[in-house]
């Protein structure tokens, strides 16, 4: 089992900077993807970023070039710096850890607001 605890959303004006970040405890030893994920009122969760345990990161177009994810496996954490936010990047979003055997654990979200 794996646990994550997102900290650091909040409500931000556009063209503002917020950083999220995940701590995840338990069997950390068995996870191999980590990410955040975000889904907005009526929209289905997308996948923002992701880092492998390797270092291998993937973006979605949307925030390539204003989204950073980093991860720090000596203190099990992943954050996410996020710049030049949008209105459009208002959402809830979640930590998310996927392990070795391809099982998916999620955080319980955290709030972004971006207000124009």
């Known amino acids: 089992q794996v646990q994550l605890v997102e900290s650091g959303g909040a409500l931000v004006q556009a063209g503002g900077s917020l950083r999220l970040s995940c701590l995840a405890s338990?069997?950390?030893?068995?996870?191999?993807?980590m990410g955040w994920y975000r889904q907005a009122p009526g929209k289905q969760r997308e996948l923002v970023a992701a880092?492998?345990?390797?270092?291998?990161?993937n973006y979605a177009d949307s925030v390539k070039g204003r989204f950073a994810i980093s991860r720090d496996n000596a203190k099990n954490t992943v954050s996410l710096q996020m710049n030049s936010l949008k209105p459009e990047d208002t959402a809830v979003y979640y930590c998310?850890?996927?392990?070795?055997?391809?099982?998916?654990?999620w955080g319980p979200g955290t709030q972004v607001t971006v207000s124009s």
């Open positions: 338990g069997s950390i030893f068995s996870i191999n993807v």
């Open positions: 998310n850890a996927r392990t070795f055997a391809y099982v998916n654990y």
């Open positions: 880092v492998t345990n390797g270092g291998a990161t």
